[in-house]
């Protein structure tokens, strides 16, 4: 079954405390995405990457950190510089290319992160 | 910058009607890409529909379908014979053609559907 998968589904943070969220996909995307969502919002983008070992900022790039070390992996650290970190996580991927009409990002499950 | 809207933080329809959800955006770019992406209680975000700036033919997906005004700047939702299962949060998503991997979204609309 292709897919992508997030884990864990739910997350706790305590104060100072960095805590890791995974997403992997065996779709062969070349793309992934890490989006936050928070209540009454749509998505904003926190980090991307096209391609293994290189990724890019996005809007809301501070206090987070990722890295591509696979083609299938785009692990998300929430440091403790995120002060205000609740909120529900979503990995994307995409093809890219030509072949790829829109590039459409397809999304994970998601992870809810909550303070203690 | 571009943005996106979403004029109507909720919305209902009875089951077996047709609902049409409104989304209008604001960009300078000439080629780009729209989605509908639909948000059921258990959160993951599902495509629904995509639309290609330079088609001007509508795009359908089975009951769901679009009106795309390219100079108004519009992106309409349509959802004929609504199903229980539809109910949902839909968001109006935006994307540059080329460039910037980011899709802009819209805060979204809450769909009931009524037995």
């Known amino acids: 079954d292709g897919g992508i998968t997030q884990s864990p589904k739910y997350l706790f943070r305590k104060e100072g405390q960095n805590v890791t969220l995974s997403c992997e996909q065996n779709?062969?995307?070349?793309?992934m995405y890490w989006y936050r969502q928070d209540p009454g919002q749509g998505l904003r983008l926190i980090y991307y990457?096209?391609?293994?070992?290189?990724?890019q900022k996005g809007d809301i790039a501070e206090g987070y950190s990722v890295s591509r070390e696979k083609k299938e992996s785009f692990p998300l650290t929430v440091t403790s510089a995120q002060k205000n970190p609740t909120a529900f996580y979503l990995c994307?991927?995409?093809?890219?290319?030509?072949?790829?009409?829109?590039?459409?990002?397809?999304f994970g499950p998601g992870t809810r992160l909550l303070v203690l | 910058a571009q943005t996106v809207t979403q004029s109507q933080p909720e919305m209902s329809v009875q089951e077996a009607e047709t609902v049409t959800l409104s989304c209008t955006y604001d960009?300078?770019?000439?080629?780009?890409?729209l989605f509908w992406y639909k948000q059921p209680p258990s959160r993951q975000m599902i495509l629904v529909i995509r639309?290609?700036?330079?088609?001007?033919q509508n795009a359908t997906e089975n009951r769901f379908s679009v009106n795309f005004q390219k100079a108004a700047k519009s992106f309409s939702l349509k959802i004929s014979d609504s199903q229980l299962g539809d109910a949902a949060m839909y968001f109006c998503?935006?994307?540059?053609?080329?460039?910037?991997?980011?899709?802009?979204f819209g805060k979204g609309t809450k769909l009931t559907v009524n037995p």
């Open positions: 960009t300078s770019e000439s080629d780009y890409y």
């Open positions: 994307a991927s995409s093809l890219l290319g030509s072949d790829a009409p829109g590039e459409t990002q397809y």
């Open positions: 779709l062969n995307h070349d793309a």
């Open positions: 639309q290609e700036a330079y088609k001007q």
């Open positions: 998503a935006y994307r540059t053609q080329g460039g910037s991997e980011k899709l802009v």
């Open positions: 990457s096209q391609i293994v070992n290189d990724f």
